[in-house]
Nanobody, 125 residues
Framework: QVQLVESGGGLVQAGGSLRLSCADS????????MGWFRQAPGKEREFVAA????????YYADSVKGRFTISRDNAKNTEYLQMNSLKPEDTAVYYC??????????????????WGQGTQVTVSS
């Protein structure tokens, strides 16, 4: 069973940085593809970044490309989202997700099987 717990959210000024973590308490983390999504108030959930099971392949939404970096440490059952040069429009609840498909990067929420509870990121101007 996969259980995802996000951490690392908070309040930061525009231009600042945060690193989100997503830890899995199960024993199958290394076989799952992982992703990050976000949902701002009044908006639909949107894709942010994805990484395959090995960490070799990554994919980013255009809105975060060059500013955010997704990574994973399979030995620690944890994925990360390093967020730099944050903008007020990055304000949202950020969710990590796990896909049993494993061997690819997936952009659609329907391709993920497990979700974390979310962590709030607020960027002030």
């Amino acid at each position: 069973q996969v259980q995802l717990v996000e951490s690392g959210g908070g309040l930061v000024q525009a231009g600042g940085s945060l690193r989100l973590s997503c830890a899995d308490s199960g024993r199958t983390f290394s076989t799952y593809a992982m992703g990050w999504f976000r949902q701002a108030p009044g908006k639909e959930r949107e894709f942010v970044a994805a990484i395959d099971w090995s960490g070799v392949s990554t994919y980013y939404a255009d809105s975060v490309k060059g500013r955010f970096t997704i990574s994973r440490d399979n030995a620690k059952n944890t994925e990360y989202l390093q967020m730099n040069s944050l903008k007020p429009e990055d304000t949202a609840v950020y969710y990590c997700a796990a896909s049993a498909k494993g061997g690819g990067t997936y952009l659609w929420g329907s391709e993920y099987d497990y979700w974390g509870q979310g962590t709030q990121v607020t960027v002030s101007s």
